[in-house]
C-alpha cells in the first residue's frame, strides 16, 4: 500500500497535465483575403455577404467586418490600402470602430505563471504526504553498558 501513493499522485499529475493541452489551444479564426471584402463593401442591402459593421486595428493591419449574415471575419489589408478602406466604408454608410491601443500582454508570462502554480501544489502535495508520516522513535538502549576490560590482569 506505502507504494500505491506515489503510483497515484504520478497519474494525477499526468492527468492534469493532459487536461491543460487543450485549454491552451485556440480556435481557429475565419479569414479573408482583402480581395473578397471590397465587393461585399460595394454589395447592395439584400445580399447575406453585405459589410454592415467593421473594426479596424491599425497596429495590426486587421480590419473585423460584421457580414449581413452573422458571420465576423478577419481581413488583412495591405499598409498602403488603409485611407483607401476607410474612405470606402466611410462612401457606403459604414462608420467603422478603431480598437484602442492596448498594452502588451506577453502569453510567456501566463505560461510562466501556470507553471509556478502547478510546482507549487506540486510541493505543497509532498509537503503534506511527508508531513504525515510518524518517524519511528528511537528505543533507548536498556542494557548496562559492560565495563571496559582490565589490561592489568593479564
Known sequence: MPRLRPL???IALLGLLALSAPAL???PVPTESYA???PQIDAQKGDPKRVVAATIDKARHHIRVT???GSRPLV???VAQDKFLVDT???HHI????????KVHHVLRYIAAGVVAVVLLIGAGVWFYTRGREHEPELPNTQPAAP???SSTQ
Open 76 to 78: 488583412v489589408y495591405p
Open 8 to 10: 497515484v499522485a504520478l
Open 95 to 102: 462608420r467603422p470602430k478603431y480598437t484602442p491601443a492596448k
Open 89 to 91: 466604408l466611410l462612401h
Open 148 to 150: 571496559p576490560p582490565d
Open 25 to 27: 489551444a485556440a480556435a
Open 67 to 69: 457580414l449581413a449574415d
Open 36 to 38: 473578397s471584402l471590397l
